[in-house]
C-alpha cells in the first residue's frame, strides 16, 4: 500500500497537463462529475479523492473526500481548474474532519448560480444532509447557508429547473431515489419528497435529470448484483414520474461506482462519468467525458468509454496521441524514463497506425508540428496523414537513435500541405533497417 500510495502521489505530482482527453485532469482527482452548460460555456462540478492520510486510511470505507473544485473548459481542449470550491472545514453546520464531502450540483436559477452538497452534520444521526450556497458567478464565491436544508437527508443531490422555472432536488443512495420540489429561494423544501417509482430493484445512487424534447429522462447509478455499478435511465412526462425503466446508458467499468451527468454542449449531449485508470484505485477517480447519442425514438444509445473523450486539441495543444480513437500494430503505456508522467504510444511495428479524430486546425495558421519521440534502435520514421491511413501526409519525421526508450527529444518539421478545419489525423510509424520496433511517440503539437 504505502509504494502504492507513494507512486499514486508521485504520478499526480508530475502530471499537470489539463485537455479534453480522457481522464479531463491528471493533477488530482475528481469523482462524480456535474457538469452544466451556462451562457455557452461548460463548466464541471465534481468531488475529489484523496490518499486518506495514514491514520484514516479506512475513513468512509476507503472514500477519504475532502471538498470541491470547479472547472471550467476554456478553448476546445483545457480544463481550467478554478480551486476549491468548498473545503469540509469550511460548511457552517457540518462535522469537521470527516472527509464526507461526495457528490455535488451546482444549478442557475434566475441569473444565480446555486451549489448543492452532501455533508456529515454536528450532532446529527443522518449519514448525510445536503447544503447549499449561491453566488453570482458559476466559480463562486458562494455564500454557504448556515444550516442544511430541513426535511431530508441523504446523499448525491441532482438538480433541474423546468421550462416553467420550478426547481427539483433529487438526491438519496439505497433503494430508493427521492424528488421534491424546491422553494422560490432554493434553500428549503416544497412539500413532501416522493419515491422515484418505476426503477429497478437494486442499490441505487447519483440521480440527475434532464429534459429533451418534452421527455424527463431520469438517470442513476445503479448496482447489479453480478455486474456492480451501471448508469441506468428511466423516462416520464412529469418531473416526479411516474417513471418507466428504459436500460443501461454504461456498462460497469472495471468494478468502480459509477456517477455521472448528462449535458448538452454546442448541439451535442456528452456524458460525463469517472473512472479511475490513472490510480489503479478505486476509490481514487478521474472525470472523464464521452459523447452520448439517442436514437430516432428517444432511447439513450449505450455510452462505451473512451480514451479520446471529447474536446479537440489546436494550436499549442498537446494531442496525446494515446488517447487515441484507433491504434494497430501498437499499444501504450506510461511514459518511460524522466518524462512528465502520463501516457505514451509504444511498440509501434513497422506500418503502425493510431488514429486521433478531431485535431482542430484552425484557419490553417500552424505552419510545424512538433513530436516528442525516444528511440532505442538505430531510427525509424513518422508521418502524419489526414482523413484516412493513406491519407495526404502533412508533415514527417526522421527519428534518430535518441539514447533509449526512455530518452526523450523534440523533432520539429514544417506542415507540407495548409490544412484548416477539425481533422483526423493518422500517424504512421516506419522503421529503417528491418527494426521490428520503431518509437515511443509521447505528444503531437500544432505550432
Ligand atoms: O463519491 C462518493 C460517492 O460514490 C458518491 O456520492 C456516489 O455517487 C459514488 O460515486
Known sequence: MKNRSFF????????????????????????????????????????????????????????????????????????????????????????????AMWAPDCVKKDGKYYYYFPAKAKNDKAFRRIGVGVSDNPMGPFKWEKNYIKGI????????????????????GGQKLYGVKLSDDMKSIEGEPVEISGLPFGYKEGSFLFKKDSAYYFTFAHVFPEEGYTIGYATSDSPLGPFVYRGKIMD??????????????????????????????????????????????????????????????????????DRYNEIINASTSFVSGD??????????????????????????????????VACENMGCNIEVRIGHQWGKVITKYKVPHTGGWGKWVTLESDILKQVKGKQDIFVRFYSDGGSTKT???????LN
Not at 17 to 34: E, G, I
Not at 439 to 445: K, P
Open 153 to 172: 437527508q441523504g446523499i448525491d443531490p441532482g438538480l433541474f429547473v423546468d421550462d416553467d422555472n420550478q426547481a427539483y432536488l433529487y438526491y438519496g
Open 252 to 321: 460497469n467499468i472495471d468494478n468502480g461506482t459509477n456517477h455521472h451527468s448528462v449535458v448538452n454542449y454546442n448541439g451535442r449531449w456528452i456524458l460525463f462519468y469517472h473512472f479511475w485508470h490513472v490510480s489503479g484505485h478505486n476509490k481514487l477517480r478521474s472525470m472523464c467525458a464521452d459523447y452520448m447519442e439517442f436514437t430516432k425514438e428517444g432511447a439513450i444509445k449505450k455510452v462505451k468509454p473512451t480514451l479520446r473523450g471529447i474536446g479537440n486539441p489546436t494550436i499549442g495543444d498537446t494531442i496525446q496521441v
Open 339 to 372: 518524462e512528465p508522467k502520463g501516457w505514451m504510444v509504444c511498440e509501434a511495428r513497422n506500418g503502425a497506425a493510431v488514429r486521433f479524430n478531431g485535431v482542430d486546425f484552425g484557419n490553417g495558421e500552424a505552419k510545424k508540428m512538433m513530436a516528442r
Open 8 to 99: 499514486i502521489v508521485t504520478l499526480i505530482a508530475a502530471c499537470s497537463a489539463l485537455s479534453a482527453q480522457n481522464p479531463l485532469v491528471t493533477h488530482m482527482y475528481t469523482a462524480d462529475p456535474t457538469a452544466r452548460c451556462y451562457d455557452g460555456k461548460l463548466y464541471v462540478y465534481p468531488s475529489s479523492d484523496v490518499v486518506p492520510p495514514k491514520n484514516l486510511a479506512n475513513i468512509n470505507n476507503g472514500f477519504c473526500m475532502p471538498g470541491y473544485h470547479g472547472f471550467s473548459l476554456e478553448g476546445g481542449s483545457t480544463w481550467k481548474d478554478h480551486g476549491w470550491i468548498l473545503k469540509e472545514n469550511d460548511v457552517p453546520w457540518g462535522e469537521k474532519d470527516t472527509y
Open 439 to 445: 518509437c515511443n511517440l509521447n505528444w503531437l503539437l
